[in-house]
């Protein structure tokens, strides 16, 4: 599916910004977006808690639902609220980054915070996000953050394409209430007993597939998260070596590319291999 064709299914123009809540207004935003919820699953909307728990309950009822339509007005709080909660969440810049000679840098901690241009999600095949509640792997964290609306352009999506999305292609969509201004989606391989020839030519295939579509999109700058090596079971020598060489070939093929590359890591040792990688480039 080519950018223009993802264009006539879905938005891709820069979202706005809505106005910054205080402390009482994001208790009210948050209050608002539970009875909601609450509602569309049948269930009371009055009870007692702390705004820690009715905050988390938010995130576990939009992780558990499926793409539906959602008023204007609710879309409009939650956007006041995750936008409010991505700035206090303190946006880490990519001029922030140091970058080697290639334009490929490093940054560990959290991916919502980067104010990258894009930020790549490792999807499921569904493309429609994780559903368990509360989950804390990248795809749920991106989802979580950005809003409902993600989920439902990625569902438009694979219904325009009629089928799940294949291992190695890489699709588009706004970030919403992300910092960053479009989220990429792609598949990586599934391992199952050991590493194949084309578990390998599959993950190669998500990092060309996502600097192809950066490059079509004029994006300046992209954050990779570790791709593949979560439950999908890749080991992370071996997918960061190949990420790291994929994204060198893919950048000395180009000289004049302004692309920059950053490898996103959460996790001490993927930090580390990252890290060691970087410097013998």
Known sequence: MTLRETGKIIDLTPYPRPAL????????????????????????AAFSATYEKKRSLVRAYMNERA?????????????QLFWTESTERLLVSPDSITFNGHGI???????????????????????LGCFRAGHNCVDNVIHSAAGMQLRDD????????????????AKITRAYNLPAKYVLHTVGPMVLREVTQADRAALRSCYLSC?????????????????????FNFPREEAAEIAAGTVLNWKLRRPHSRLKVIFNTFLDADAQIYADILRMM
């Open 67 to 79: 793409a539906l339509p959602v008023p204007a007005e609710i879309l409009r709080i939650q956007d």
């Open 21 to 44: 809540l205080d402390s009482a207004q994001k208790e009210e935003a948050c209050e608002t977006l539970l009875r909601f919820l609450l509602r569309e699953r049948g269930m009371i």
């Open 105 to 127: 840098g490093h940054y560990q901690g959290d991916i919502a915070r980067l104010s990258a241009d894009a930020i790549v999600n490792a999807a499921n095949s569904s493309l």
């Open 211 to 231: 600097l192809d579509l950066c490059e079509e999109a004029g994006v300046d700058s992209v954050a990779f998260c570790c791709i593949a090596t979560g439950v």
């Open 154 to 169: 990625c569902a438009k999506l694979i219904a325009a394409q009629q089928g799940e999305e294949r291992c190695g292609d």
